[in-house]
């Protein structure tokens, strides 16, 4: 029973390693531009599939197709929140954020019209799961998770030292202020719409270099992305990581009292907890 | 002045209008196309399945067209997306029904999509072709405007059953997807297992869309089965053939052949598949219905969906032929009639219009089995095809 | 063709009354709800239970079902009132999405995916399918008119008053004296009543409802309404239910005039097509085909 449970665990912190990335991306743009951008989703597919492009057409390994993963998604990011979104931020962010849900099954069907509905998977080969103590654990969820926390740190040192992290934190916890001081705050939307939505990129390769990838793929996380981001804190960026590792556990040890049938529920139900005890999340709203 | 020459104008156009509207009624007397309906995922869930199923209908009709047509006109389709979504696939079936008076829809995939559909077909008299494998379905009141290729949960988990123990596998354990099927079919696996020496030592019903099932696998793993029945769709069937493997599972695995076709085999890692048996409702093992329908898809071993595809369109065009009409009602008073009964067995569209236009009587049998049906839409018996991946590739095993 | 076009017209009809409900919970509440279909479901399987299990009255189902989503919106209004705008959105497209997922399971009561078939629909037995199309057109209408002036009456009425006053400054409706918390969740119910009413409609018009209809999509698209209507209109609401069931029927006759496509391809650009139209009407007119009007016809609102 205690070894099924460590099992859980394990499981648990793997898938949420990985959804953290997402979830610090969707609360990164929060922060900034205070609404929730449902158009995460398709940028994690446009991730998965320009990092599928770099591994199985192009041949690279998979750290570099990260890379494209990440400047494809942003990339596109920037120039959807810059033709799309951006207009209707004026009118409120309820109707942004209906926006970004109807420019999500835009992006997705524009993703099927090039992809089709195949199944794809990249160029990596499959390895059995290290055994210890009767516990298993997958070398490549490993390197999936190490990959996460290189992602994680690079996010907070790029808060932490750069101009532009700085601006962001600045326009994050005060606007007026930030503006006083002279950040200029549509350069800032468009380095955190970049960021974010490149995270979401690399999210959503991640997710696929262990399974395949279809036009669907990030639709599939999307639901437990935002119970990351809201359990954590809507618009903190360390929020994101706690929130990601809460729901990636919950959602495994929801085994234990659930059927596996009313796993979804369980992300609901966090959320559920978490904002009626604490209504602005576990670590609040500060970005960083 | 102006005013009556513009009435003028308009009448003529008018006139013009309703010529235009007309026209495709007069040119059909002249033999121009035979409008069908397909219904189908394209999007959604289904997304992945919804395309093959298709083709095999559209490589039919295209066969025959090449052999002369239906009734001397062209076989053409109307094709709208039901996004595996009922909502909006009643909205398509509505247009298919009204818009374009398609007498069949071929192809709803989800059971969901399939119960949603089906009053608007049967109220509106167009046959209704389909693949869902929800009991429920034929037992709806579509008076006769439904027939079911799919052998319905408690066929199939019988003969899954019998085979899996004829394996040898004395521990069986079976993930299912959230769907109608996968309780009675669980039951019937169940129970059967239990006759014949074997028995179910883990079941359990997984939702769809997950993009990991190790927790799941983990679950299955702990009952030490020596048998993993999968029975889901292609999605996530792979992620969970990879999750057997990374959990260090060696047995057999068995599953759905539209799970695992053969491009799935293709996509997957060697080591993951290797072993696996598919199973798929067949003709006997001497018909050569399954060869025919391989040789015209192009493909080496077509899935349960794409022979049922095949099947579908053959019998519409045989009893759309039989009955020199082309409405709902006619297909619904003829398929039986082609299917089945004394007639000359034909295993091809082509070879059984031929024989029609003879005057003879056809006896359909297709890739998916015999195609008798019962009164509720239902196919009577069917043998079962199974192979099994060897080497990264499937390979026929046996029909049973 | 005219079968079609009637379908349509009931279709967008449903669509209109959930953007009619929405608008009392959003454009004069100012609250967000972005689980619309999960209240939809409400009424849709309250009706459908009701009529099939227990020989209930059609008529009695669809109170019911209205009622019932009425109760339903008003426990999570509730449950929520504390949290923000943001998280609400969030809080209540997962409280959608868990009710798909309990509905799926809960196969004693729902008969799970199966769904439940065979709901009966007034006077379906006497009428032909094509006469029956037209009955329930005709009291789709009636029933989307009298919502209408309901709406349009609460909206000029003291209440409406409050509820926008509520919505463009929360904190000074409290301070004068209005118990914002009792106004919120009203006005969360009565929208919802809407909604659940709209899906009681639903049920008994189809004769069959499923977990899987009760998707996300249907929220996009009743918010799609509203919004390229007018938020804060009702008639926006009713021509907004119109222009959306145009764009996702309009597109079907699009994409086959388009012949190097393939059928996989065809279907993706309908999709894409609906949300970009929807798009690109709300990058115009961001405030709706038809704006929010002053809150008096003759006097403007300061």
Not at chain 2, 61 to 82: P, S
Not at chain 2, 313 to 340: E, F, N, Y
């Amino acid at each position: 029973m205690l070894k099924d449970v460590a099992q859980l665990v394990i499981n648990g912190l793997m898938a949420g390693t990985i959804l953290a990335v997402p979830a610090i991306g969707l609360t990164a743009i929060y922060a900034v531009l205070r609404f929730p951008n449902f158009a995460l989703a398709s940028h994690a597919t446009v991730g998965a599939f320009a990092g599928w492009i770099a591994n199985v057409v192009l041949g690279w390994s998979i750290i570099p197709s990260l890379g494209l993963a990440f400047l494809a998604a942003g990339l596109v990011g920037v120039a959807t929140d810059e033709f799309v979104l951006r207009p209707f931020r004026a009118a409120g962010f309820a109707t942004t954020a209906i926006g970004s849900i109807a420019l999500t099954i835009a992006l997705e069907n524009l993703l099927r019209m090039i992809f089709g509905n195949d199944l794809r998977g990249y160029d990596l080969p499959i390895t059995r799961d290290w055994r210890f103590a009767g516990l298993h654990l997958g070398p490549q969820q490993v390197e999936n998770m190490a990959i996460s926390l290189v992602v994680m740190a690079a996010v907070f040192a790029f808060l932490a030292f750069t101009r532009a992290g700085k601006a962001m934190r600045a326009v994050a916890d005060n606007p007026a202020l930030a503006r006083i001081k002279g950040v200029d705050a549509v350069r800032v939307a468009r380095i955190v719409s970049f960021v974010g939505m490149g995270l979401a990129g690399v999210g959503g390769m991640l997710i696929g270099l262990d399974t395949t990838i279809d036009p669907l793929t990030g639709f599939r996380v999307m639901l437990s992305v935002f119970a990351a981001a809201v359990v954590g804190g809507l618009g903190s960026i360390p929020g994101a990581v706690l929130g990601a590792l809460t729901i990636g556990v919950g959602e495994e040890l929801c085994l234990l009292v659930l059927t596996p049938n009313y796993r979804s529920v369980v992300g609901f139900l966090a959320i559920l907890l978490v904002l009626i005890l604490r209504p602005s999340g576990l670590l609040g709203q500060r970005a960083y | 002045m102006s005013t009556a020459q513009f009435r003028l104008t308009r009448r003529s156009v008018l006139a013009g209008s309703a010529a235009a509207l007309a026209a495709p009624y007069i040119a059909r007397a002249q033999g121009v196309p035979l409008t069908l309906g397909i219904l189908t995922p394209l999007t959604g869930a289904g997304g992945y399945d919804g395309p093959r199923m298709m083709k095999a209908i559209q490589a039919v009709a295209a066969q025959v067209n090449d052999a002369g047509g239906l009734l001397g006109r062209k076989i053409t389709f109307v094709i709208e997306d039901d996004q595996t979504n009922p909502e909006a696939a009643v909205r398509a079936a509505r247009k298919l029904v009204d818009v374009d008076k398609v007498p069949v829809i071929m192809g709803t995939w989800a059971s969901a999509v399939t119960s949603a559909v089906a009053p608007v077909c049967w109220e509106s008299k167009t046959f209704l072709t389909t693949t869902s494998g929800a009991d429920t379905i034929t037992k709806l009141p579509h008076q006769g405007y439904l027939i079911r290729t799919q052998p319905n949960n408690y066929l199939q988990g019988a003969k899954h059953a019998e085979f899996i123990a004829s394996t040898g596998a004395k521990k069986v354990g079976l993930l299912s997807i959230q769907a109608p099927f996968a309780q009675p079919t669980q039951e019937r696996v169940k129970d059967v297992l239990a006759k014949n020496g074997s028995s179910l030592t883990g079941g359990l019903i997984y939702e769809p869309n997950k993009t990991s099932y190790r927790s799941e696998v983990d679950q299955i793993l702990r009952g030490s089965p020596d048998m993993v029945y999968l029975n889901g769709y292609t999605p996530d069937v792979s992620v969970l053939l990879r999750d057997l493997y990374r959990a260090g599972y060696d047995g057999p695995r068995f599953t759905q052949s539209y799970a695992l076709t053969s491009k799935a085999v293709e996509s997957l890692p060697k080591e993951v598949t290797e072993g696996t048996y598919t199973v798929q409702p067949s003709a006997d093992i001497d018909s050569p219905a399954y060869a025919n329908a391989a040789k015209l898809l192009g493909i080496k071993d077509p899935d349960s969906y794409e022979t049922q595809a095949v099947d579908w369109m053959s019998l519409v065009a045989l009893s759309i032929a039989k009955a020199k009409a082309a409405t709902g009602t006619a297909i619904r008073d003829t398929v039986r009639s082609v299917s089945q009964g004394a007639g000359t067995k034909v295993y091809s569209a082509v070879d059984g219009l031929t024989i029609l236009a003879k005057g003879g009587e056809v006896n359909y049998e297709g890739a998916s089995g015999p195609c008798d049906f019962t009164d509720i839409g239902d196919i009577q018996d069917c043998k079962f095809r199974y192979l099994v991946v060897k080497n990264g590739a499937l390979t026929f095993l046996k029909v049973v | 063709m005219e079968n079609y076009l009637v379908a349509l017209g009931v279709t967008a009809g449903l669509y209109a009354l959930m953007a009619i409900g929405l608008n009392v919970i959003w454009g004069m509440a100012g609250l967000v709800n972005l689980g619309l279909v999960g209240f939809f479901a409400v009424g849709a399987y309250t009706s459908a239970l009701l009529t099939t299990k227990l020989g209930v009255a059609i008529g009695v189902g669809m109170v019911a079902g209205a009622v019932a989503g009425g109760v339903a919106g008003a426990l999570v209004a509730l449950i929520t009132a504390r949290l923000r705008g943001d998280y609400l959105a969030i809080v209540t497209l997962g409280f959608a999405e868990s009710l798909r997922t309990t509905a799926s399971n809960e196969t004693w009561l729902t008969n799970g995916t199966d769904g439940i078939s065979g709901i009966p629909g007034p006077w379906r037995s006497v009428l032909t399918p094509s006469e029956f199309n037209l009955a329930y057109l005709a009291l789709v209408v009636v029933i989307v008119l009298i919502a209408y002036l309901l709406a349009q009456r609460l909206s000029y009425s003291p209440f409406g008053r409050v509820l926008r006053a509520i919505r463009d400054d929360e904190q000074v409706a409290a301070v004068a004296g209005k118990p914002v918390l009792a106004f919120k969740v009203l006005a969360f119910a009565i929208g919802c009543t809407a909604l659940g009413l709209a899906g009681a409609l639903y049920a008994h018009y189809t004769s069959f409802v499923v977990p899987d209809i009760f998707v996300p999509l249907l929220t996009l698209y009743i918010k799609m309404a509203l919004l390229s209507g007018g938020v804060g209109n009702n008639r926006g609401a009713v021509l907004g239910g119109l222009v959306v069931v145009i764009f996702l029927e309009g597109t079907r006759f699009i994409t086959p005039y388009i012949p190097w496509l393939g059928a996989v391809q065809a279907a993706a650009l309908q999709q894409f097509l609906v949300t970009a139209a929807l798009l690109v009407v709300l990058r115009f007119r961001t405030r709706g085909l038809v704006p929010e009007p002053p809150d008096h016809p003759i006097l403007r609102r300061t």
